[in-house]
Every structure is written in C-alpha cells, then in structure tokens.
C-alpha cells in the first residue's frame, strides 16, 4: 500500500501546473464567449432553462465542481440539439473547441486524482441494511424499521450513502423502538440465546415458539407411506428410467425420503413373501403396479396412492387403544392416571390389537355402552373417554370387516402376518394434536402437543416411531434438543404441576376432581419433598381398596418421579445457562459490531448486564434483553464506519473488518457472515484472489438476491413497487396484490440469475427469456405454469408472449403509467435515464398534463404528444426519449399486452427514433440500443454499480476505474463478474481518507 500513496503522489505531481494553466487560459479565452454568444441568453438569469446557469461558472474549478452538468453540456453540443431551434447555431469547429475543452478537464482531473476514495461520510445503516442486518444476527425477519421514513437517496439514485443518511433526534427514538421490538424477540435456551418470529413476553408466546418449532419438525419429516411406494418403484425400473446407478441411498436422497425406512419397505416388497394377512395384500398390489417407459416417472403413482390408503385403513382399524387406570375416588382424568394411558398409547404405536380380527365362526364383538359425544364427566368409575373411543373403534370394524377377516383355526397364522406388518406400518409415527378426547381427534382440535387434560395445561411427546423408523442420529438428536428447549424455554412441567397442585391435587383429599392443595408455608410447591409427599398420599389412595387397578400402584410414582426429575433438570440447566448466554451476548455484540470485541467493551458490556441485576432488579433474562438493545443502539452497530488501521489524515488502506464489512454491505446490504469474519481476521482478504473468492462465494448466497434488489431496485427506481397504489382497481381487477408482488419480483430473480450464474450484462437487455410463477404467468398468458406464488420457473421462450430481458417487464410498465392510461413520456423517459443513463432536465413548471383517463380522450396519446413536441421548449427533450415510449404502446397501464387502447383506438407501435430510423416495438426499441446506445447502456451500468459499491456519488477521479471496468468488461465477454472483480481490486474500495 506504500507503493500505491508514492504512485498517487507522483500522478498528482505530473498532473499538476501547466496542465491547469493552459486548460484555465482556453476556457476564458475559449468557452466564455461561446456560452456568452450562444448560451447565456437562456441559462442564465433568476430562472434559467433547465435550471443551469452559466454565469454561475467564472474558473475551472467551478466547471471541476459541478463536472457532471458539463458533461451534459458536451453531450447536448455533440447530438447538436443546443441551442435549440430557431436559435442562432455556432459552427461546428467551434461546438467543437468546448466539446474538447470539456473533455480535455475530465481527462486531467481524472488522471489527476486517479483511485481517490473520496469522501465516503460515516452514515446510519439504511432502512433496508437495519432490516437484513437484524435478520442475518437473529434468523428472524422482524423487519424492525417497517414505520420509519422513507430513506432519501443520493444524486446517483441510491440510498446507501452518507451524503443522504442523516440521523434525527426523531429517527434517533424510532431506532430505540425498533431496537426494542428486536429483544422483545429474545429466547434464552439451554446453551446460548435465539430470537422467536414473534414477541417474547409472556407463557403463551413462549410455548407458541417451542410448540411450533417442534409441531413443524414433526411436519417436514417423510412419513408419507405412498413417497415409499413410489420411491421404491422407481428403484424398482430405475434402468428404464434412466437411472442406472441408482441405489436406495441415492433415491432416497433424490426423493427426499428417509434412507433409513425406505430399504425396509422395499425388504418387504421385494426380498420377502408374505401369504396372508395386510402385507401378503400390500404384495399383490405392489405386483400389479405398471411398468414404464422412459421418462414416465410418475406413471404409479396414483396406484402408490391406493397401497397407502390400504395401510392407513388397516391401522386404523387395529391400532391399539388404552383406559386410564381406576382408582376409586379419583377421576380417570386423575394426571398420575391419565399419563399412565398415554404412556400405553406411545409404547404400542408399533403393535396391534389382537381382539381386532374377526375369526371365522366366533362371534362379532359386541359395541359397548358409551356416554354420548362430547360428555367428559358423567357419574361411574370409568374412562369415559377410552370407552367412548372403544365404541367409535369397534363400531368401525364392524362397517369394515373384510380387512379384518380370519379363516377358522388360522388365528396364530395370522396374528404374526398382522404383527409383521404393525411393526413396519406404526399406526401413527408421531402425535402433534391431542385433545381432550384423545384418541378421537374429531371433537377437540388445536391442542398442539398437549396432554388432552381437561381444565389445565400438560403436553405430552409421542414420537417413538418417528425415531425409531425414519431418523438418523442427528435428526434424531435435533429432535431431543427441541423437546429439551420447550421445558426450558415454556418452562411448561413446572406451570403444569403448579396448575394441578393449585387446581386438581385437592381430589386426593375427597374435595373433588377439580379443587387444589394449601400453599405450604416453609417451602415452594416444586421442592422435591412437596411432590413426594403427594405421591405418597396418591399411593395410599391406590392401595386402600382391592377393587382398585394394581397397575396404578405403578402409575402413580412413575407419574411423580418423572415430574421431580424434570423440575430438578430444568432448575440445574438454568443455573449453568447462564454463563453460557453471557458468552453468547459477546458473540451477538462481536457479530453486530462486526469485529473482534476489544477487552475494555467485553467489560463494559458484562458491567452493564451485572449493573441491571444489581441496581435495577431486573431478572436475568430481562438484563440479556436489555443488553441487546444496548448493543443495536451503539454507533458500532446502526452506523457505517469503515475505519484505517491509524487514521490519519491521508488515504490508507481500510482495516480488515470495515474491509469485510465493506465487502459484505455491498453484495448482501447486512453484516459479515462467521466464514467472511474468520477470512478478515486470518488476513486472508489481502491476499492475492481472496477478496474476490470471497465475493465469488457471497454471491452463489440466496442472500445475492438482496443485491438485486437493493442495486437495480435502486437504479431502476423500482425499490418501491411492492407499494404502488396508482392502479384503478376497479378498472384492472386483475391488479391484485399478488400480482404486484409478483411483478416486483421478476426483476429480481431475473438479475439474481445473471449476477449468480455470470452471465452476460447485455442478457439484462436482450434476453429471451424471464422468470414467472402462476399469478405473472397467467398476466403474460403463458400456459402450464402453475404452482403456489412463491414457485417460480424460468420461461425461455419469452419472446413469444412479448416478454424477455428487463425492458417488456410489467413492473416497468406499470410503474411508468398514471393508472388509467399508458405514459410514452414516462416510459420513454425511464429508459432513456435510467437504463441508458442519458441525462435530461426536468420539465419546466407549466408543461400542461394530458388527460387521466386513456378512455375519455379525444385523441390518442401519440397525436397529443405531437401536438405537445410543436412546442420548440419542448421538442429537443422529448425527441430524444418519446419514441422509445411510443414503442411500449402495445403494452396497457398494468403491463398486459394490447391491440387497442382504453378508448377503443388501434394502437400504433411505430416510431421515428433519435437517428432518424422507423422502428416498431420492443423489437425496434432493443435494435436502436443494439445499434446506437449499448456504450451506453454499459457505461451507464458501471458507473451505477460503482457508486453503489462505493456508497457514495462518483466523482471524476473514479473515471479510471470506470474505464478499466469498461475493458474488463469487454475482456471477458461482457460477463457481470467481471465488473465486482474491477471494482473489488480498486483502490477506492480497499482504501479510504484518513480523518483530517
């Protein structure tokens, strides 16, 4: 870095002096009297034309200052529009002279000050940043700045700049409240801290986290019988398919089932032959399955369907069910007892009722007795649940008895068939829902995980077979660790006994099922004595009468024993958590700083957490929270400040966090991920290829897709669409939210793809093809796109729906469309700005507005912008841009494709472009690029990419680095990569100016 501040040192040197003398000389004896001949008679005075004043410029320096207005000047002197018609023209030699001129400064300030990092102010993160940096340190979408103000954007269109990211003492009280909604969202677990998608505050938010996290667990698992069937068929003819190397493993794996369970279907569908019974059935159905040809890949499976129908109704019908013990002056909803039956339901889910055969020449079983639906306590000393189940059961194997039929004397035969294929088939791999009706799921739903207790809380986990049949050991141990953290998190076994102590433990003493127990006075309920004296008074209860159930002698402390240990696990995993949720509060802090912690702020943020204890009273979980808040509300944090290593006051190369931070706010708009982290601190971003590798593995990210959105969302000026509310719904019903959504996302994905897969820049102009999901696909009226909206697919024929490549996106169209009819000036002026990068004044203050609504004017849009180009003011802007619009006529307000306007009128898709040359749609608008701007269109997206890299605007000394990008470009036929890898190896990325 030495040899690069002698380089600048000596460039400023040969640049210097005579240079400035002579280039001072031309334009007073030169420019001035041109400007003064020419000029000056309308840019000049309170209200000069398009805002510029040429008698504001009396030195080269005020030309240097305000460079990118001369550039215009040279660009306007060039196409030959100014001065505009019927004023006076000079000759071309003498356009000429301030053209070079013009030039001539460019090219000496840019070499004069070549790689200057130039002033990049330290800023507040912007809204966006704030959201994704929250999202990347907690895993949470909170979206915390969601009521902030819009972010203004700088003069180069984007809002990642401290020239626009000032912080008020308003904005200053939003970001305390949005730090706060942030550790609302704070979990403590067993080894460190998490965030929940919703607030943490009181129970119910917390068992809401625990339930959910394991409920959706349960759900993502394969235990879906037919995908097994299936799976198993396509091994099965994997060489007609086209699969020669298959294995189980790697069909598995393909088809997204467990590579544990699916040898074992296929052991019996294959290796075995069974000669009676459900599996000898399953068998014969597996036989009958079709053969394909190649490329038939789903051809069985509506018959895989039926085999799983078969499964699922011979479990049905003989799984086993199971009464709480009785015990008499206890309810059979007892919890001692009532655990005792749940126990016997999870143990048994791999088994089968024997009583559920009907043999031949035995008699029917008969239904029994039952309370009516929906009773849970009528007088007796019965299950009332069990019995209902048992009548529902029997009652069902009495309407369905061909499954269940044994020929006489062949009952053994058949009770092994029927074990075999119990064992392989659990009537259940997990419960995620129990109600108070339990087994019967049809009276009582939305218990997730509960215990089916009547008036109090309980959960109960019922999940053997799942891990038994379908999990590896990792699943297997994620599984536990999310069991562990519910009782930790929801603290759900203590609120649970403490509910039944307060609300149903009174039943022991003959006050009734639902009366409660005195608070001892000389200790808390949990202790351990407490709870075993209950069991003691429960035994007593069980062993007095001989009519009573023997197997509660064995419910009942088993019952205690599991309540005792899990109170006493949750007490000792709270006591040694919290060292550990210290460390993670650093680690949170070192992630959100992104840097190493230094010691004095390791002490100060432990001294705060201890001083919230100490001084404040808070809890532990409550002074971790507010500790959060502390860290998101530190300029380490909610600013950008990319620090040198010694600031000083001259350039020096960035510090190898704000270097990573600079890299990683670039491509993802958030902080450093661990590996970026781990690369800065190993000094591996200043070897030679390890920024760029870095940046080559950041951008293969889903988070790349932040990059598109926030870079061309910007450049494009479509950040905003997801809001966009000028559509006359009533007039465009299709215009619906989900459409919106989906024209904001085409953009997105369609440049995701180009940045992730290196594709060509120009493929942004004159690609064939988009990315649609069903809502767009039906709007563009492509057929056989389905799916929900959050699947898309590449569509490669675009062409043929008049779509490809950026510029036919609706986004596009609608976004540059008053509502109720199209804008030519609109859209033509978007391309010509935005895409080209032209630079047009805006409007004088009196231009009149033509008509709302397409369909009540007199005229087409085409004649009344030829009657508005009569105006000479006018005409010199809109010649450059109008026929650009005049070329989307084809597309209406939202987009859609269309023959006629709203008023009825054919609509005419011809226009006289800036060359001079006719030409006729997308197709004419993307020839003229083709042919005239596609310099253009590549300089304009360097110069973009380059100031949003940078975070700030461009200035001349960057003109080097945008030449270079241009050549690499080039170079490497026109791929995006090569333009993060120019910028990436500049010096006004690695460096920065030292504080002065």
């Not at 001692?336 to 088994?351: E, T, V």
């Not at 309540?563 to 680690?587: G, M, Q, T, Y």
Request: proline share 7%; aromatic share 10%; with cysteine.
């Amino acid at each position: 870095m030495k040899s690069f501040c002698l380089a600048m040192a000596s460039l400023t040197a040969a640049f210097a002096g005579p240079i400035e003398v002579g280039l001072e000389k031309r334009f007073s004896e030169t420019v001035q009297p041109f400007l003064a001949t020419y000029c000056v008679s309308c840019h000049s005075g309170s209200a000069p034309a398009a805002q510029l004043n040429f008698k504001g410029y009396s030195t080269l320096a005020d030309v240097v200052k305000d460079h990118p207005r001369w550039a215009l000047v040279a660009e306007r002197l060039k196409a030959g529009d100014m001065p505009p018609k019927p004023m006076k023209h000079p000759e071309a030699a003498a356009s000429k002279r301030v053209i070079d001129w013009v030039e001539a400064v460019r090219h000496h300030e840019a070499r004069k000050h070549a790689g200057d990092p130039g002033i990049v102010l330290a800023r507040r993160l912007s809204n966006a940043e704030y959201n994704y940096a929250v999202r990347d340190l907690t895993g949470v979408d909170i979206r915390p700045t969601r009521e902030f103000p819009v972010d203004p954007a700088n003069p180069e269109g984007f809002d990642n700049t401290g020239e626009s990211l000032a912080m008020s003492p308003a904005l200053l009280n939003k970001y305390l409240q949005a730090a706060r909604e942030v550790g609302n969202h704070l979990v403590l677990t067993p080894d460190g801290i998490d965030f929940a998608p919703h607030p943490m505050l009181v129970e119910t938010d917390r068992e809401k986290y625990a339930i959910q996290r394991i409920v959706n667990f349960y759900r993502s698992q394969p235990t879906d019988y037919a995908a097994y069937f299936e799976a198993a068929w396509r091994f099965k003819h994997r060489l007609i398919l086209g699969e020669p190397a298959a294995t189980l493993a790697s069909t598995a794996a393909r088809l997204k089932v467990s590579p544990k369970y699916l040898p074992r279907i296929w052991q019996m569908l294959e290796a075995s032959r069974e000669t009676v019974g459900p599996l000898a059935r399953l068998q014969a159905m597996w036989r009958e399955l079709p053969t394909p040809k190649p490329g038939q890949f789903t051809l069985a499976r509506e018959a895989t369907v039926d085999m799983r129908d078969y499964v699922l109704r011979v479990r049905a019908l003989t799984a086993k069910h199971y009464g709480s013990p009785l015990v008499q002056g206890l309810s059979a909803t007892s919890q001692p007892l009532m655990n005792w039956k749940l126990n016997q339901f999870a143990r048994h889910r791999r088994d089968f009722d024997r009583d559920a055969l009907l043999e031949e020449g035995k008699p029917l079983p008969v239904i029994p007795e039952a309370p009516k639906r929906g009773q849970f306590f009528i007088p007796g000393n019965f299950d009332v649940v069990a019995r209902q189940a048992a009548a529902k059961l029997i009652a069902s194997r009495l309407e369905d008895q061909e499954p269940l039929r044994v020929p006489a004397g062949q009952r053994p035969q058949y009770e092994a068939a029927f074990a075999r294929f119990a064992d392989l088939f659990p009537d259940a791999f997990f419960i995620s829902e129990r109600g108070r009706f339990f087994p019967d799921l049809t009276q009582d739903t939305g218990r997730l995980l509960s215990a089916g207790f009547h008036n109090v809380m309980g959960y109960y986990r019922d999940d053997q077979p799942l891990r038994e049949l379908i999990l590896d050991p990792k699943q297997t141990a994620e599984l536990e660790t999310l069991w562990q953290e519910f009782d930790f998190i929801a603290d759900h076994t203590i609120r649970t006994y403490t509910q039944y102590y307060f609300n149903q433990s009174g039943e022991i003493l003959g006050n009734g099922r639902e009366s409660g127990s005195e608070r001892p006075a000389d200790r808390p309920i949990t202790h351990e004595s407490i709870i075993m004296g209950l069991q003691a008074q429960y035994m007593a209860k069980a062993k007095a009468d001989p009519s009573n159930d023997p197997v509660a002698l064995q419910a009942i402390p088993a019952h205690f024993a599991f309540v005792n240990a899990a109170i006493r696990a949750i007490e000792k995993a709270r006591a040694d958590s919290e060292p550990k949720h210290l460390d993670a509060l650093l680690d949170f802090a070192r992630r959100a700083y992104r840097r190493p912690l230094t010691e004095a702020e390791r002490t100060d943020l432990l001294a705060y957490y201890r001083e919230m204890r100490a001084k404040s009273g808070l809890t532990h979980e409550e002074a971790i929270r507010d500790s959060v808040v502390g860290i998101l509300m530190s300029p380490d944090f909610s600013y950008r400040i990319d620090l040198t290593p010694g600031q000083v006051s001259k350039t020096q190369p960035l510090s190898d966090a704000a270097l990573a931070s600079r890299l990683s706010f670039f491509l993802w708009s958030s902080v450093p991920d661990s590996e970026l982290l781990r690369a800065a601190a190993a000094g591996q971003l200043r070897q030679p290829g390890g920024l760029a590798a870095q940046a080559r593995r950041m951008l293969k990210d889903p988070r790349a897709a932040r990059f598109a959105t926030e870079f061309a969302g910007h450049w494009l000026g479509f950040r905003r669409f997801e809001e966009h509310n000028a559509v006359d719904r009533g007039r465009f019903p299709a215009f619906d939210n989900d459409l919106r959504q989906a024209m904001f996302e085409e953009p997105i994905r369609f440049l995701t793809d180009v940045i992730q897969q290196n594709r060509p820049t120009l493929d942004l102009l004159y690609g064939k093809h988009t990315f649609v999901n069903a809502v767009l696909a039906r709007h563009y009226g492509m057929p056989d796109v389905e799916g929900k909206p959050d699947q898309w697919q590449r569509v490669e024929d675009a062409g043929r729906y008049g779509r490809g490549g950026l510029l036919p996106m609706s986004v596009f169209l609608t976004q540059n469309a008053p509502g109720l009819r199209t804008s030519p000036v609109k859209r033509g002026y978007w391309v010509a700005k935005r895409v080209l990068g032209e630079m047009i004044p805006p409007p004088p203050a009196s231009v009149p507005e033509l008509p709302a609504d397409e369909a009540k004017a007199d005229l087409p849009l085409r004649e009344m912008l030829a009657k508005h180009r009569e105006n000479p003011s006018c005409a010199g802007c809109h010649a450059r841009f109008d026929s650009l619009g005049l070329a989307f006529e084809g597309y209406g307000p939202i987009g859609e494709k269309r023959e006629k306007d709203l008023g009825g009128r054919p609509v005419d898709i011809q226009a006289a472009f800036p060359d001079g040359a006719q030409r006729e749609g997308l197709a004419g608008v993307q020839d003229y690029i083709r042919l005239k701007r596609e310099n253009d269109f590549q300089d304009n997206l360097c110069r973009k990419l380059l100031a949003y890299a940078l975070g700030r605007s461009l200035q001349l000394s960057d003109e080097i680095t945008v030449e270079q990008m241009r050549a690499r470009l080039a170079a490497n036929g026109n791929r995006f990569g090569a333009l993060i890898d120019t910028i990436l190896s500049s010096p006004q990325f690695l460096t920065k100016r030292g504080a002065s």
